[in-house]
């Protein structure tokens, strides 16, 4: 799985489409984590689609968007390959209801082709249209596979198996566990309770570039400590009368 492996390469901020203002369920994308990345790998032929294994990371958003509308999306897209190539990304998402693993499927969505340049983490930006629910309890897995769209993008098994997301921390908004989970079989893996084992990253190693927009309010870290202290002070007043 090539974890935390290190590298030195260039990282790109690719929009690939206009985003939202800056309303952030989760953000994770800031602190590269030295370099780091973990591959996918174990791309494998399916009836002439070459796809790598998924990897999920578990995710806890903003305490206060359960049941708000993710409708944009930043993720990290590692190419350790020493020329350009084009690759297709996949993402799911599924509830945390898994018993330490994805469990119900959210949402699925499949980008078009992107030449990613040699040796790069690239982050990608774009619109989903109405989007996907966070789950109430603001908690869910974020997975990526990705494949050569039937051979479409010339793509090699062996070039597949250089890509991957970088490794980020600590999140700016939300929290990620040192956990991610890596499916059993390559493919989409758009089920619920996909098939697969979780792994523990040790610290800061199991956090991968995501970030979630929504079109709602989400306060901003500083107003959440504000209002943490009033209610304090609410509730020291009462206790005294």
């Known amino acids: 799985m090539n974890f935390g492996r290190t590298l030195t390469i260039a990282a790109l901020a690719v929009l690939a489409s206009a985003s939202y203002a800056q309303n952030y369920a989760y953000a994770n994308v800031t602190t590269w984590n030295g370099n780091q990345y973990l591959a996918n790998g174990s791309a494998t032929d399916q009836s ?13 958003l903003h305490p206060l968007t359960g049941g708000f509308q993710i409708t944009a999306l930043t993720f990290s897209v590692v190419n350790a390959n020493a020329a350009a190539v084009s690759v297709r990304a996949r993402v799911r998402f599924w509830e945390d209801n898994g018993a330490g693993a994805p469990g119900t499927a959210i949402a699925g969505y499949t980008f078009n082709a992107f030449s990613f340049a040699a040796n790069t983490n690239t982050l990608l930006s774009g619109n989903l249209g109405t989007g996907f629910t966070i789950p109430a309890n603001h908690k869910m897995w974020a997975g990526i596979t990705f494949d050569n769209n039937v051979g479409a993008t010339g793509a090699t098994q062996a070039q597949l198996n250089n890509f991957g997301m970088g490794l980020y921390n600590p999140p700016t908004v939300g929290v990620s566990g040192d956990n991610y989970w890596v499916s059993t079989n390559p493919g989409s893996n758009f089920s619920s309770n996909p098939l697969g084992a979780g792994v523990n990253g040790a610290a800061g190693l199991g956090s991968f570039g995501w970030r979630f927009e929504t079109t709602q309010a989400v306060p901003e870290p500083g107003t959440m400590a504000v209002l943490g202290l009033g209610l304090a002070a609410i509730a020291r007043r009462r206790k005294q009368g």
């Open 48 to 60: 002439g689609n070459i796809i790598t294994k998924l990897v999920a990371d578990d995710i806890e």
